[in-house]
C-alpha cells in the first residue's frame, strides 16, 4: 500500500515538471499578420484642426506600441478625408471595410458621420471606434455591441455645463446653436440637466443656424437685444471658430455669461489666437497644461517634440484609441473582431489622465471633466482655463439603467 | 420686437448685403456683357479672400498690410480671370452656350482645388489691424466695427461701377455689347476685347467681395458655396445683367434674413430663397429690367 | 442585331455580378446603375429635350426624401414609400416645370435654380422631418432588402426596367416630336405642335424616373442627405451627361460609370478628385464635345457607311 501511494505522488509529480517544462519550451502567442485600423475623419475645412490632433496622438500612440508590437503585430492605419460630410464618410467607410478590410473603423469628428458610420458597422459587424463626435447618441440610444467611444459625450458635458451654470444662478437661458447632430444633441443635454438643477429656469429663446454659417453677427446681435441672464451655444467643429470670433469683436461674453463645450480647448483657441474671446464659460476632457501629473507632461512632451505643438483633446482620444485597440488584441490573443469586442468591455489602460475604463455596459470611456472660463495668461500663446476643476466621469455619466431605457425607447 | 432692434439688424443686415452686392455686380456685368453664368465666380471670391490674408500675414504687423492686401487680392483675381478668358474661354463663345457654363464649372473644380494645394485644408484667420478692432454701439446694436468699412465699401464700389458704365467710354461700349453685341460689331468694335474687360471686372470685383469679407469670417474651403449660390439668385431676382438689380436683390437678401431673425429665428436663413421664389414665379425675368 | 446580342450579354453580366464580384464591386455597379439612371433621366431633357435643366437633382432628392420621410417619420411600409418617391417627383416635375417652360434657355435653367435651391434650404432647415444638416440614415428596410444581393436585385431590375421605359419614350413620337422642338422650335410650332406641353411632359416623365433613381438610392444606402438636393450635384450630373455623349442613349450611363468609378479609384490614392474632375472636363469640352458615346457612335457609323460601299480594287477596308 505504501508503495503504491509512493508511486502515484512519483507520478503527479512528474506530470506536473513535464508540464511546467512544457509551457515553458511552448513558442509564444504571435499573430500571423499585422492590424490594420480605417482611419475616417476631416481632414478639410476648419474641422480639419481636431481630425489632425487626433489622427496625430493616435499616430504616437502607434509609434511606442509598434517598438514592442502586439503578440508581433504591427497596427498599421488607412485614413480617409470624409470632408465634414456624412455621406462621404459613410461610403469612405464602406470602402475601408468592403475594399481595404480593416479589423477596425475609427473616427470621426461629424456626430452624424458618424452615426450613419455606426448603423453600417452594426450591419457588417466591424468594431468602429468614436474618438472625437460627442453626441450621446452614439453610445447611448443608438448604441449598440460594436460601436464605442473614446472620446466625452455630450451627456456628460451637458450635465457639468449645466450643474456649473446652476451653480452661478443663471436661470432665464438662450439657446443658440448649429443645426445638425451634435448641435442638437449638447443643447438638449444641456437643457435637460439645466432643468433638473434647477427646475425654474426659462428659456427666453433658441436660435439655430446652418453648420459652418459664415456670418454669425446678425443672430448674436439679435440674441444680445433679447437679454438673456446667459447663453449657452451648441456649436462644434465647423462652427467654433466663428462663434467666438464673432463672440470676441462685438464683446458678447463681457455682455452676457456664454457657456460652450470646448470653449477652453486649445484645440479651439490655438488657431484663434488674439482673436479668441475671453470670459466664456467651457468645459473640455483634457488639457494639456493640467493637472501637471508625471503621466501627463511625458505625453505632452513626446507629443510636442513630435509634432511641435502640444496636444489638444482629440490628441489625447487619439492617444487613448491606440492603447485601447492594442490592449484589446492583447486581451484577446485573436484578430477576430467579435474576441477584440469582447476584450475591449471593461478594459483599462493607463493614460496621460490616470487610468480610464471602458464600460462595459454602453462602450463609453469613463473620462473627467474639466470646466473653466477662458482666460488671457501670458505664460502661453493662446488663452487658458482660467479656475479649473474637475468632475470624475462616474459622476457625470449617465448609469447603466439610463443607458439601457435609453436604448429600449429607440426600438 | 421693438423698433430700436429692428433697426438695429437692419444695419447689421446691410453691412452683409454690401459684400453681396460687390460680388453680384461682378457676376451680374458677367452675365449681362457676355451671357455666361460664371460658376467659378465663388472661387474667385475665395481666392481673393486667401490672397489677402497671405499678403496681410507677408506684411506683418503693419496697419498698412490690410489695405494692401485688400488692393492685390482683386488684382489677383482679376489675372486669374483675364488669363482663363483670353487663354480658354474666348475660344468657346461660337459655341453652344451650355458649353460656356459647363467649362466655367470645370474651372470652379480646378481652382477649388488649387486653392487646397496652395494653402492647405486648415482655416485662416485674418486680424483687422487695431483700429478697426472691437465694435461699436450702432443704434443700440454692437457692430463690428470692420463692418462699418463695408457699409463705406460697398456704395463706393457701386458709384465707381455707375461712372463706369455711364460715364467712360469702354463702360458705355460695355453696355451697349450687353443690349446688342452685333450692333456693336458692326460698328467696329472689337466686341472680343470687351468681353475680356467685362470678364476681368467681373472677376476684380469678385476678389475685391472676398478681401473684404476676410477680417470678418473664417476664411476656408468652402466659403464659396453658399455664397455662389446667393449671389446667383440674387443676379436673377434683379435682372441679369442689372447692376442696380444686384443691389436691390443685395438688399433684400441681406436684410430679410437679418430682420427675418427677429421674427422667426428658425426659419431666417430660407426667408431670400423664400422671397427669391415669390418673385420669380411672379416676375420671371427679375425685378428689373434686365439687359436682354 | 449585334445591339442585341450586345444587350443580351449586358444583361446576363448584371444578373451573374453578385455571384462574381466581391461585394464592394456588386455595391459599386448597383451605385453606377443608379446613377445612370438618374443621368439618363436629366438626357430626357437636356439632350433630347434641349432644355438647359440646371437642377434636375432635385427631383432626385425629392423622390429620395418622399420615401425616407415616409418610413421613418410616417411610419408606410416600404412598398409604399418606393411608390410615393417617384410620384412626389414627377409632381415636382409638374409645378416647377410648370413656371419654368414659360421661359427662354437660360432663364428656364435660372428660375430652376433658385425654385431648386428653395426646396434644399427647406430640407436642410426642417431638422424634425428632414434631418437638417444630417440627413437621414439606418432607413430600416425589409429585410430581404437589407442584404446586399438583395438590394442589388432590386436596383438592377428597377433600373433596367426604366431604362427601357425612357427608351421606349425616346423612339415614340412622343420622342421625336421632343427631337424636333429641340431642333427647331418656331418650326414646330408653326407644324401645330404645343411645344410648352410637350416640353412639360418630357420634365414630369425625367423627374419621375429621377424619383425612382433617388428610391433606389434610399434602398441601397439606407440614408439620403441634403447634398442630393444641392445644385452641386446637378451639374455633376450634367457632366456624366456630356462625358458620355449627350445626343445618344446611353452616353449618360457611360458617363456615370466612368464619373463614379473614377471618383472611388481617385479617392484612394489622392485628395483632388475635385481637380481631376474640371481637368476631364474642361479637356472633354475642348476636344471631345460629343461625348464617349457620341464619339464612338459617329466613329462606328463612318466605318458603316465606309463598309457599305461596294468593294473596288484598292479599297482599304476597316
Redesign the interface.
Known sequence: MVGRRWSVLLLVGALAAASVMGAAAAPAFRFDRNIKVGVVDTYSGPPAVFGNDALNGFRLALQEINRDGVHGARIEFVTRDEKFSPEIGLSMARELVLQERVDVLVGTINSATALAISAFAREQRVPFIVWISKSEAITGAKGHRYVFSTGENTAMAGKALAEAMARRGYTRFWLAAEDYEYGHAITNSFWRFMKRARPESTLVGQTWWRTGEPDLVPYLTQILQARPQAVFFGTGGAGMANVMRTMQVIGFAQRIPSAIHTAIDVTVLRPLGAAAPEGVFGTTDYLYYYPETPANRKFVQDFQAAYGSPPGFPAFHGYITGYFIAEAYRKARSLDRDRFVEALEGLRVRTPMGEVEMRGCDHQAVLPIIFGVTRRDPRFPHLVAGDPTILPGRDVMPTCEDIRRARERAQ | MDA??VL??LV??L??AMILFIVSAGLTLILGVL?V?N?FHGSLYMLGAFVAWTVAEAVGSHPAGLWLALAAAPLVTAAVGLVLERL?LS??YH?????LI??T??????????V??LWG???R?L?PPPSL???VTVL?????K??LVLLVAGPLVGLSLWLFTHRTRAGRIARAAATDRDMVAVLGVDVSRVFGMAFGLGCFLAGLGGAL?AP???I????D??LL?DS??IV??GG?GNLWGALAGSLLFGIT??VG??VW???A??FP??V??AV??VR??GLLRSAW | MSGRVLLGLALAALAAAPAVLPPFFVYLLALVLVTGLLATSLNLVLGYGGLYQFHHGVFYGIGAYTAAVGITRLGWPAWLAFLAGPLAAGLAGLVIGFFCVRLSRLYFGMLQLSLGSFVWIVALRWYPVTGGDNGIHGIPLPPVLQTLPGAYALVAGAVVASLAALRAVVRSPFGLTLQAIRDNPQRSEVMGVDVRAHQLAAIVLAAFFAGVAGVLYVALERSVFPSMLFWVLSLEILVMCLLGGWFTFSGPLVGAAVVVGLRTLAGRYTEYWTLMLGVLLILLIFFLPEGIMGHLQRRWNAYRALSARPATAGDVRG
Open positions: 430700436a432692434a438695429g439688424q447689421v443686415g453691412s452683409r451671357r453664368p460658376v480658354l475660344r468657346l459655341r453652344e452656350h451650355l458649353m459647363l467649362f464649372f470645370g474651372v470652379m473644380l480646378v481652382l477649388n482645388d488649387v487646397k494645394l485644408p486648415t482655416y484667420s486680424v478692432q472691437g465694435a443700440g446694436v454692437a457692430l463690428p470692420f463692418n469679407v470678418t469670417t473664417s476656408t474651403l468652402g466659403m458655396h453658399s449660390i446667383f439668385l436673377i431676382v441679369l434674413q437679418s431673425l427677429l429665428p428658425q426659419f436663413v430660407a430663397y423664400a427669391t421664389a420669380l414665379l420671371p425675368t
